[in-house]
Antibody, heavy 126, light 108 residues
Framework: QVQLQESGPGLVKPSETLSLTCTVSGGSVSSGSYYWNWIRQPPGKGLEWIAYISYSGSTNYNPSLKSRVTISVDTSKNQFSLTLRAVTAADTALYYC???????????????????WGQGTTVTVS | EIVLTQSPGTLSLSPGERATLSCRASQSVNSNYLAWNQQKPGQAPRLLIYGASSRATGIPDRFSGSGSGTDFTLTISRLEPEDFAVYYCQQYGSTGYTFGQGTKLEIK
């Protein structure tokens, strides 16, 4: 059974760079059809998708964050990471990593949802 | 960017009742790319429905999803005490994923 575990600094100063890592256990970040996501949730608010990286290394970013975000994968450590530059108080949130799955069928794609989530790691910018 | 608007914001019902949650998109969504997630306090979200109407593994059949185009619905046929939570719809479009703002289902 695949499990995800986020890790990160907890507290970051304004204008600095936030780095988070998600460690995958019970499966491989290189497994076909799987995409690896970062999502965040400000205190008392809803969910905001940040970025994904696919099993093949393709990436996609939330347009509102794209200029400050990089997602990467380390297959040797079975981890994927998020870097968020020039943080402000608005970046204070609970950050989740999550897995989802896409399968191509006859020139269309089927989406199977974000079926595995980490427990989240709290980041405070102050 | 496709904006998802969920209604109502809060739904107050009693165990045993039927719950109907709505998710409306600002433009047409491929129903294959529409999911519903449940979040309880202090927990990570949990996938309930994908492809607008397919239940995820282990999800009870009292949960059902329907809809197409811009209007999607999550229905809980008979509420159990553990169903009181916040529900988010989610879609994938040309600019990536977006979530609705959530519907809080609370005990009346």
């Amino acid at each position: 059974q695949v499990q995800l575990q986020e890790s990160g600094p907890g507290l970051v100063k304004p204008s600095e760079t936030l780095s988070l890592t998600c460690t995958v256990s019970g499966g491989s970040v290189s497994s076909g059809s799987y995409y690896w996501n970062w999502i965040r949730q400000p205190p008392g608010k809803g969910l905001e998708w940040i970025a994904y990286i696919s099993y093949s290394g393709s990436t996609n970013y939330n347009p509102s964050l794209k200029s400050r975000v990089t997602i990467s994968v380390d297959t040797s450590k079975n981890q994927f990471s998020l870097t968020l530059r020039a943080v402000t108080a608005a970046d204070t949130a609970l950050y989740y990593c999550a897995r989802d799955r896409w399968v191509e069928y006859s020139s269309d794609w089927n989406y199977y949802g974000m079926d595995v989530w980490g427990q989240g790691t709290t980041v405070t910018v102050s | 960017e496709i904006v998802l608007t969920q209604s109502p914001g809060t739904l107050s019902l009693s165990p045993g009742e039927r719950a109907t949650l709505s998710c409306r998109a600002s433009q047409s969504v491929n129903s294959n790319y529409l999911a519903w997630n449940q979040q309880k306090p202090g927990q990570a979200p949990r996938l309930l429905i994908y492809g607008a109407s397919s239940r995820a593994t282990g999800i009870p059949d009292r949960f059902s999803g329907s809809g197409s185009g811009t209007d999607f619905t999550l229905t809980i046929s008979r509420l159990e005490p553990e169903d009181f939570a916040v529900y988010y719809c989610q879609q994938y479009g040309s600019t990536g994923y977006t979530f609705g703002q959530g519907t809080k289902l609370e005990i009346k």
